[in-house]
């Protein structure tokens, strides 16, 4: 079935210490999101991509960056987390023309000790 | 500010009762959706009406929309203790003629269905 598969399902890193999330996609979409979702809060976008086109939310914190080296594979870098960067980090894919319908991830969870 | 505010926050009920969730927003909006998710995982997009529209049925869902006070209501009938989870509301921006926009959702309700 086409999908989109976030790896790892949980990470666990130390404070200051470099993590990459991943996020694949069987769909062909041309846009990927990256939210972040922390214990009962809505998702906040923190970027997109169309296609190439990388689209950084205005409230991104810097220490959060992205890169997408074909449609199929999305990944989410934080350079140096922090404890408040312990979330749920969601990733999602629409198809322009489709109301942006968007389709998600089981999401990796982020611990930071 | 937060796009879409959802009501109640939480919400318990009986298996068989219906469920109603509230949702308003603030600006001019493409399409409003409505997602689904369960604990710990990823969302699940459950059903979307247009802005020209004013209810929507989907199996047990039915979704309202009133552009004039910028508000919509999901409702889930005969609920199941399989539906309990957490429901977003996601408005679509009005992206100005391009093909697509971002989501903004709302804080969420979270749903108990008791059996």
């Known amino acids: 079935d086409a999908m989109v598969i976030q790896n790892p399902r949980y990470q666990v890193t130390q404070f200051g210490k470099p993590v990459t999330l991943s996020c694949s996609q069987t769909l062909n979409h041309n846009v990927m999101y990256w939210y972040q979702q922390k214990s009962s809060q809505a998702p906040k976008l923190l970027f997109h991509?169309?296609?190439?086109?990388?689209?950084n939310e205005a409230d991104t914190p810097d220490n959060f960056q992205s890169r997408r080296p074909n449609t199929s594979f999305c990944f989410l870098d934080i350079r140096s987390p922090g404890l408040g960067d312990a979330a749920m980090y969601l990733c999602?894919?629409?198809?322009?023309?489709?109301?942006?319908?968007?389709?998600f991830g089981a999401g990796t969870r982020l611990s930071v000790l | 500010s937060q796009q879409g505010e959802e009501d109640p926050q939480a919400l318990s009920i009986q298996e068989g009762e219906n469920a109603t969730m509230n949702c308003s927003y603030k600006?001019?909006?493409?399409?409003l959706q409505w997602y689904r998710q369960n604990s710990g995982r990823g969302l699940v997009h459950l059903i979307l009406i247009r802005s020209n529209e004013r209810e929507k049925h989907s199996g047990r869902l039915r979704v309202t929309l009133d552009t004039s006070k910028k508000s919509s209501s999901l409702l889930i009938t005969a609920s199941r203790a399989a539906d309990t989870a957490s429901y977003f509301c996601a408005t679509g921006e009005d992206a100005g003629g391009t093909s697509y926009g971002k989501l903004t959702f709302g804080q969420g309700t979270i749903l108990t269905v008791h059996p």
């Open positions: 991509y169309y296609d190439k086109d990388f689209n």
């Open positions: 600006t001019s909006i493409n399409n």
């Open positions: 999602a894919t629409s198809r322009p023309g489709s109301k942006n319908i968007q389709y």
